[in-house]
């Protein structure tokens, strides 16, 4: 155990939050994805997270770095240096054979692979790139249900204070989605094919980085951001409660449209 992971406020924060954070990690959702269809149909979806977690990561960056002109020094460079590390690798990932691409874009090839629907998504980001009013475009989607409601709970959070954005992108992506992918990977052997180099590559990846780099140095900025500060140790649970519950929420959808998929059809 790392010497933050020992400091008094962040093990009292995680040992409030576990139960939520055990009952994401014991979803059903993970069991269903057994064959192609199952994994076509949880990408459709989960790819709207892949893309909203660069925003997530962005307003990080907008809060904790410099990205104006005229440039001044963060107030804390270990800080910047962890969140533009990560801008780094997120947004422009070595793929191997000389080819940079974002996580986003690696999930995309990743869903060519396995013949997953991508429309939806590139459709939606087709109207982003012509709206300047993104939360009018939100909007729009008021009466969806699942990737829809996921996504404004993480733009919600992206106006947040720092250490409240800090611990949705801890404890929201960071902290379980080493967790998660194994527990998916567990469940895909037919994947090791080399045909499934990108999606491979893609979960692996964030098992490796968010696990063993990624994930404890997240915990450092949580402790900077949140100090001695009762109240903002206090709000950043809030936050993780929240992200933690956006993701249950989003996967109870899933599941339950893989569910209306293996309904037989009627005719």
Same mark, same amino acid.
């Given at each position: 155990?790392?010497?933050?992971? =020992?400091?008094? !406020?962040?093990?009292?924060?995680?040992? *409030?939050?576990? =139960?939520?954070?055990?009952?994401?990690?014991?979803? %059903?959702?993970?069991?269903?994805?057994?064959?192609? *269809?199952?994994?076509?149909?949880?990408?459709?979806? #989960?790819?709207?997270? /892949? $893309?909203?977690?660069?925003?997530?990561?962005?307003?990080?960056?907008?809060?904790?770095?410099?990205?104006?002109? %005229? $440039?001044?020094?963060? =107030?804390?460079? !270990? /800080?910047?240096?962890?969140?533009?590390?990560?801008?780094?690798?997120?947004?422009?990932?070595?793929?191997?054979?000389?080819?940079?691409?974002?996580?986003?874009?690696?999930?995309?090839?990743?869903?060519?692979?396995?013949?997953?629907?991508?429309?939806? /998504?590139?459709?939606?980001?087709? *109207?982003?790139?012509?709206?300047?009013?993104?939360?009018?475009?939100?909007?729009?989607?008021?009466?969806?249900?699942?990737?829809?409601?996921?996504?404004?709970?993480?733009?919600? !959070? /992206? #106006?947040?204070?720092? #250490?409240?954005?800090?611990?949705?992108?801890?404890?929201?992506?960071?902290?379980?989605?080493?967790?998660?992918?194994?527990?998916?990977?567990?469940?895909?052997?037919?994947?090791?094919? %080399?045909?499934?180099?990108?999606?491979?590559?893609?979960?692996?990846? #964030?098992?490796?980085?968010?696990?063993?780099?990624?994930? %404890?140095?997240?915990?450092?900025?949580?402790?900077?951001?949140?100090?001695?500060?009762?109240?903002? $140790?206090?709000?950043?649970? !809030?936050?993780?409660?929240?992200?933690?519950?956006?993701?249950?929420?989003?996967?109870?959808?899933?599941?339950?449209?893989?569910?209306?998929?293996?309904?037989?059809?009627?005719?």
């Amino acid at each position: 155990m790392s010497t933050v992971e =020992k400091i008094p !406020q962040l093990e009292e924060f995680e040992t *409030r939050i576990a =139960k939520n954070r055990a009952a994401l990690l014991a979803h %059903p959702i993970y069991g269903e994805l057994k064959d192609m *269809r199952t994994i076509q149909v949880f990408m459709k979806s #989960h790819v709207f997270a /892949v $893309w909203d977690f660069m925003s997530l990561l962005k307003a990080l960056q907008r809060q904790l770095t410099c990205i104006e002109v %005229p $440039w001044l020094p963060a =107030k804390d460079a !270990q /800080v910047a240096r962890f969140i533009n590390e990560i801008v780094l690798g997120e947004e422009t990932d070595e793929a191997g054979e000389g080819l940079y691409l974002s996580h986003f874009e690696l999930y995309l090839r990743a869903m060519e692979e396995v013949r997953a629907d991508a429309g939806p /998504v590139l459709q939606f980001i087709e *109207r982003v790139r012509a709206t300047a009013d993104f939360p009018c475009l939100l909007k729009e989607f008021s009466g969806e249900r699942g990737v829809f409601d996921f996504m404004r709970t993480t733009f919600a !959070q /992206v #106006h947040g204070k720092p #250490h409240e954005v800090a611990a949705a992108f801890l404890f929201g992506r960071e902290d379980i989605i080493p967790d998660m992918f194994t527990r998916i990977m567990k469940t895909l052997n037919l994947f090791y094919a %080399p045909e499934y180099r990108f999606f491979r590559q893609y979960l692996e990846r #964030h098992i490796e980085v968010d696990g063993d780099h990624h994930g %404890p140095l997240a915990r450092k900025m949580l402790v900077s951001l949140c100090g001695e500060s009762a109240e903002k $140790w206090r709000e950043a649970e !809030q936050a993780a409660l929240v992200a933690i519950e956006g993701r249950i929420k989003l996967w109870d959808f899933i599941q339950g449209e893989i569910s209306a998929c293996a309904q037989p059809s009627k005719t």
